[in-house]
């Protein structure tokens, strides 16, 4: 299954199911208003999030295809449009038209880093000292916190440039959301946003590096493990424009990563609570070269099969 949040003017935030056609229809209900929510209430009552949502449907009457109305691309008079698509959801935020939320509101995010070989070595090339690949080579791995709701956006979200990063750079990711014993109850895609200068500078500025405004971005859905085959066999692409034009391509397979998710979230998991819903990201694959630091409005596009296109544009803080 896969879940969605967005908003709809004068309602607010709702939640969607995503169909196989990209249609989403709208399950939103008074004790469930987020996907956090439904997925506390499955938890609580031990069945699937399918259960959940198909007992909301039941108990709210579904009317005729709801009715609203969407500014087209051409920015003339709103017309009127029936029914909810993924498509028609995947535009600028603006509290006057239907747009997507961040997928689950995540009560923390947290990173983790240099699980990727090419991360380790292309790291060690800018610094002094070999400390990526010490640490791609260890038995404890990098975990960092990231952000909180107020630090995330969702797609067409601005992310941002720290005011004191000159080399401020995307890191595509698959995240994972942790149930309330460490179990993964759903994936989405990360762009872990972080201002490398900083962090080369000193690896003790690493949380200024990583946690500021816009840090990062989460979307565009809620992917329950069903829809996952194999989460070690997933091809991921980045894509920066600048101008309407490709300034950088990447792409990476999951297979690549070293580390298994239950073995993060061991470590995660030490001695440090974690609240339900929490959001790990896996580390990334794809480095942008130092010459293509991120600008003010380019827009970085990430994309996965079954996990949509989450894409956003820069901001300079």
């Known amino acids: 299954m896969k879940l969605i949040q967005f908003h709809l003017p004068n309602l607010g935030k709702r939640v969607g199911i995503v169909t196989r056609d990209d249609e ?7 004790e469930s208003p987020g996907v956090l ?85 292309m790291r060690d090339d800018d610094s002094e000292q070999d400390i990526y690949s010490r640490v ?17 956006v969702g797609p067409n979200g601005f992310i941002g440039i720290r005011s004191d990063s000159a080399l401020t750079a995307t890191e595509p990711e698959l995240a994972y959301i942790l149930g309330n014993n460490g179990e993964i109850i759903g994936y989405t895609l990360c762009n872990d946003v972080s201002a490398w200068d900083i962090e080369r500078d000193n690896p003790l500025y690493l949380p200024q590096s990583k946690v500021f405004y816009g ?55 030490r001695d440090n609570p974690i609240p339900f819903g929490t959001i790990v990201s896996t580390g990334t694959g794809i480095i942008v070269p130092n010459d293509l630091p991120l600008a003010p409005g380019d827009t970085v596009q990430i994309e996965m099969d079954g996990f949509g296109m989450l894409s956003n544009p820069v901001k300079q803080l």
């Open 136 to 152: 791609y080579f260890a038995d404890r791995p990098e975990i960092f916190f990231k952000a909180t709701p107020a630090r995330c």
């Open 24 to 30: 989403v229809i709208d399950v939103t209900s008074e």
């Open 215 to 269: 840090c990062c971005a989460l979307g565009p859905m809620f992917v329950t493990p069903s829809e996952v085959d194999d989460p070690y066999n997933l091809e991921m692409q980045c894509t920066v424009l600048r101008d309407g034009e490709t300034l950088y391509k990447g792409d990476v397979n999951t297979s690549q990563i070293n580390w298994k998710f239950e073995e993060l979230t061991e470590f995660l998991m």
């Open 37 to 121: 929510e439904v997925l506390e209430l499955a938890d609580t009552e031990q069945v699937s999030v399918g259960v959940i949502l198909a007992d909301i449907q039941e108990k709210v009457a579904t009317p005729a295809p709801m009715k609203f109305h969407l500014l087209p691309e051409t920015g003339d008079e709103p017309t009127e449009s029936e029914g909810l698509t993924l498509k028609k959801l995947d535009v600028t935020p603006d509290e006057k038209v239907p747009h997507l939320l961040s997928p689950i509101d995540s009560p923390e995010v947290w990173g983790c880093g240099v699980t990727y070989k090419r991360s380790a070595d």
